[in-house]
């Protein structure tokens, strides 16, 4: 994000991050009970995930990278006894108790960012543009009252400086 460019207009973030209103839910991945294909399949698409509590709760643990979390689950499944595709992945900081004859867990805590950037959903988005270049972020989340609502990565913050330019173009200064 080029510093020099004022982000004057109103948004909130609320109107920026994703998922839209008619969009799927974020794609989000519990701390513990999902098995390592379940994490597979639901990490496809995006770069990052937030992981949660649980889905019922949708209380924020940390954030993960696609990356790091295909690179570890690859790993274990070459070097650790056992691991399957039905393998817990537990991003929890003990392990829950298992079946005796439940396959090995593979353990990603150690991939998490624990105090990912939060926002409240009814930050001004200039306060927020203003953090991202400030801490040189990539993406930020959004909750509202402590519960996940969304994700806005820097792509988004671009696109929608982008389209507040074509319908209003004195709404962002250049200078
Ligand atoms: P980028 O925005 O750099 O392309 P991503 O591939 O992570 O990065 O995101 C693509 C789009 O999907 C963005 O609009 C982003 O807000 C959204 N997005 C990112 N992560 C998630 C997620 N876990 N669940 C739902 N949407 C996401």
Do not use: W
Not at 137 to 164: E, P, S, Y
């Amino acid at each position: 994000l080029e510093p020099k460019e004022e982000f004057e207009h109103k948004s909130l973030a609320v109107d920026v991050m994703r998922p839209r209103r008619a969009d799927p839910a974020l794609a989000v991945l519990t701390q513990e009970g999902m098995t390592v294909e379940e994490a597979l399949v639901a990490s496809t698409r995006y770069s990052g995930f937030p992981v949660v509590v649980s889905q019922e709760s949708q209380r924020l643990v940390g954030f993960v990278l696609r990356r790091d979390l295909l690179i570890s689950i690859d790993n274990a499944r070459q070097r650790q006894e056992g691991v399957v595709s039905s393998s817990q992945v537990l991003f929890t900081e003990h392990p829950p108790a298992q079946a005796a004859d439940a396959p090995p867990p593979v353990r990603l805590r150690s991939l998490l960012d624990l105090s990912p950037f939060t926002v409240a959903d009814h930050t001004p988005m200039d306060i927020t543009v203003d953090i991202f270049r400030k801490l040189g972020l990539r993406q930020c989340l959004v909750t509202h009252n402590g519960r996940l609502l969304g994700i806005i990565t820097k792509k988004d913050i671009l696109k929608h400086m982008a389209q507040m330019a074509n319908r209003d173009p004195d709404s962002i200064l250049f200078n």
